[in-house]
């Protein structure tokens, strides 16, 4: 028989229903997205920052600067960063870490575009000479420190309950290493043929380009997590059974931290963290005590102490981020492997972990540092590695 208008079915009907499988598949691919664009993103804050390390054998040379001077411009740089951190940590809990992350890119790039005609004259050593010098690389620092928080933020929105989070941050933790080597292959190849101006400018020129990918990227950047559309299906389910709606979670990793251990998301910001971040924070501030003198001064070591000449100097310079990129990729299964359910059995592998980087670091690498049968480039990439 034929269909009357009545009997014919709505056109919607034919449409499959998303299913809680199909809408966790599409959290997969916005993960997959929001790892790869803040990686690209990260990496290029790296290459931005090692372009003063790269050509600090140059301005030695042509400027005759002190190598406190050049070391006092790290410190505005590394001041304004430490700074920056807290403040931008509030900001992208109350604005669009992919609009924090964009503006930090741009600005970072223009101060480094900014900074060879803000360095002082040949023999000039007045504070007002190089207060220009102090105030380009503060504002570096400034428009660097948006970078962590604004991805973390964006991260922990899509890993929250993810059980390969160590595997996925491992990968991604390549971006300060793969940054860092491009840094210094860029910084080597400008200083060589087009001089130490174009190997602290040029870098910049592609920040419109990151940017633009992180326009596109930016349903990924601001989607749900994977537990918030778990928590949609949860609530669409019983919707209309009376049940209980779950309760969505908080994209910024510091307001669960507060929400879980006080209660509300008041109250004083040092109570609420748990003791896990102190022991963490200090770990790091010694890991990070090595890394930056080694990210802002190797090229220059390579240079004064081992004879390279300034752009080959660079390049070998990058056996350090070599090291880096393969520890990288081997901790984060580790770390999932080990973990259990409980923070007493993530905390313990962490800690041997710990120990077996600070014996490589402070007893290996030592060890082999005048050896003869070990050169410098395996040393560099060992050291690398522990770090």
Not at 133 to 144: E, N, R, S, V
Not at 229 to 239: N, W
């Amino acid at each position: 028989p034929v269909a009357t208008p009545r009997s014919r079915a709505p056109t919607h009907a034919a449409l499959p229903r998303a299913t809680p499988a199909m809408r966790a598949g599409s959290a997969t691919t916005r993960l997959h997205l929001a790892l790869a664009l803040t990686w690209v993103a990260y990496g290029y804050f790296y290459v931005l920052r090692k372009a003063l390390g790269a050509v600090k054998s140059a301005l030695r040379r042509e400027f005759a600067y002190s190598e406190q001077q050049l070391a006092s411009v790290d410190t505005a740089f590394l001041a304004a960063y430490s700074c920056g951190l807290y403040a931008s940590g509030c900001l992208v809990d109350r604005m669009s870490p992919r609009l924090v992350l964009s503006a930090g890119l741009l600005l970072a790039a223009t101060a480094a575009a900014l900074l060879p005609m803000a360095l002082p004259g040949d023999g000039d050593d007045s504070m007002a000479a190089w207060l220009p010098t102090y105030a380009c690389w503060f504002a570096h620092g400034l428009a660097q420190s948006v970078g962590h928080p604004a991805i973390q933020r964006i991260l922990s929105k899509q890993l929250r309950g993810n059980r390969w989070s160590g595997l996925y941050l491992g990968v991604w933790t390549t971006s300060q290493t793969v940054g860092g080597m491009l840094g210094n292959w860029s910084g080597g190849f400008l200083l060589q043929n087009s001089g130490w101006e174009a190997a602290l400018q040029h870098p910049g020129f592609v920040a419109p380009v990151v940017v633009l990918l992180l326009r596109l990227g930016w349903g990924a950047l601001d989607a749900e997590s994977s537990s918030e559309v778990q928590a949609k299906s949860h609530d669409d389910e019983h919707k209309d059974t009376g049940g209980t709606p779950s309760k969505k979670t908080h994209g910024s990793l510091w307001w669960s931290c507060r929400r879980r251990h006080c209660g509300t998301g008041c109250g004083s910001p040092g109570a609420a963290l748990p003791p896990q971040v102190y022991v963490a924070a200090g770990a790091a501030f010694f890991v990070k005590f090595v890394r930056y003198a080694l990210l802002f001064w190797l090229p220059y070591y390579n240079w004064a102490v081992l004879g390279y000449e300034g752009s080959k100097a660079a390049f070998h310079a990058s056996v350090f981020e070599f090291g880096g990129f393969f520890g990288s990729m081997a901790i984060g299964p580790v770390s999932d492997r080990w973990g259990g359910p409980g923070a007493q059995k993530r905390a313990l592998p962490s800690m041997v972990l710990l120990l077996a980087g600070a014996v490589l670091l402070g007893v290996v690498c030592p060890t082999v540092q005048d050896s003869a049968a070990v050169s410098p480039e395996w040393r560099g990439t060992l050291l690398g590695f522990g770090l």
